[in-house]
């Protein structure tokens, strides 16, 4: 197994798992049958042992209920994070947005995570066929999420602060090189920061990929814009993102957009919307 293989098939499941496409029956309105969602993903590879996924246990990084690699697949050699990128449809539709998402992001937010759960459901297959040992942490029956400190079932008195899960995508991404984090807590990619993520672990030595950065926030320059764009004001310069704020008006979204919900204001209409922002090119 090398990484060149892998990337051949990423390819390949990417022309190949179906969903990526909106049906016109699915639709939300008539211009949205046949939209695209996602570029094809890009990929990075890091290492099951890196001392990150332990240093994501401590209290104020992400907590003890974030599982390490090896917790998720004991025989973890290898981490690969995927950031599928949203098209330029996607964004074009979110920056045209102030108040509330666009149908083409609700699309994305919604249809487009079912599309990336085919697609990492057919990658593990593949490796299952290649006989390697693999887990899907976000498919897995012990993957669990915190909302307002809810949720965790071994932890069920955390702060109503906590949002997140037991595997975060965004960390792993950092791990394997994909990019830092920016002042709205998305990760800004060389694709930049409007996408979704996806990762598996496997049992296959690979060389984990460079790390171009050294700070969590490298790639942000803190400009303000996701500040500015922001609807419900849950970002601030000095204070980051307040999760509980940004989760209200998520709640807020599931009722005015039902069954779909989403904002992602933040990430469009922003510098780091699909680049690294200038001046901070690595
Ligand atoms: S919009 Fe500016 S401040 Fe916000 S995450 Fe992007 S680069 Fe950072
Ligand atoms: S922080 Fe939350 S509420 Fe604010 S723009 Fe981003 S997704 Fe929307």
């Keep these: ?44 590879f890091g290492a099951a042992d890196d001392t990150l996924f332990v240093r994501y246990k401590e209290e104020g990084v992400i907590g003890p209920w974030h599982m390490t690699p090896c917790q998720w697949l004991p025989e973890a050699v290898t981490v690969i994070s995927l950031f599928f990128p949203f098209t330029e449809k996607v964004r074009k539709d979110n920056r045209k ?53 809810k949720g965790m079932a071994a932890y069920p008195d955390l702060d109503e602060h906590i949002f997140g899960s037991n595997w975060s995508e965004r960390h792993a991404a950092y791990v394997c090189g994909l990019g830092t984090f920016g002042l709205s807590k998305g990760i800004i990619t060389r694709k930049g920061m409007a996408g979704r993520f996806g990762s598996i672990i496997i049992d296959a030595a690979l060389e984990p990929d460079e790390r171009p950065y050294k700070g ?42 039902a069954p779909r919900y989403g904002c992602g204001l933040c990430q469009t209409k922003v510098p780091c919307e699909e680049r690294i922002p200038e001046k901070r090119q690595v």
């Design 97 to 149: 947005s102030c108040d509330g998402p666009a149908p083409a992001w609700l699309h994305g937010r919604i249809e487009g995570q079912e599309y990336i759960a085919a697609y990492m459901k057919e990658l593990s297959l593949w490796f299952t066929a290649q006989g390697v040992k693999n887990c899907v942490p976000a498919a897995d029956d012990r993957f669990q999420k915190v909302m307002s400190g």
């Design 216 to 257: 969590i926030y490298d790639y942000c320059t803190k400009c303000g814009a996701c500040v500015r764009r922001c609807p419900v004001d849950a970002i601030s310069l000095d204070k980051g993102k307040d999760h509980n704020i940004c989760g209200e008006w998520l709640n807020k979204t599931r009722e005015i957009y």
């Design 1 to 44: 197994m090398d990484k060149e293989t892998i990337k051949r098939e990423l390819h390949t499941i990417f022309g190949d798992c179906e969903g990526n496409i909106i049906a016109a029956e699915t639709a939300v309105c008539p211009e949205m049958a046949g939209l695209q969602m996602f570029e094809e993903p890009i990929v990075g």
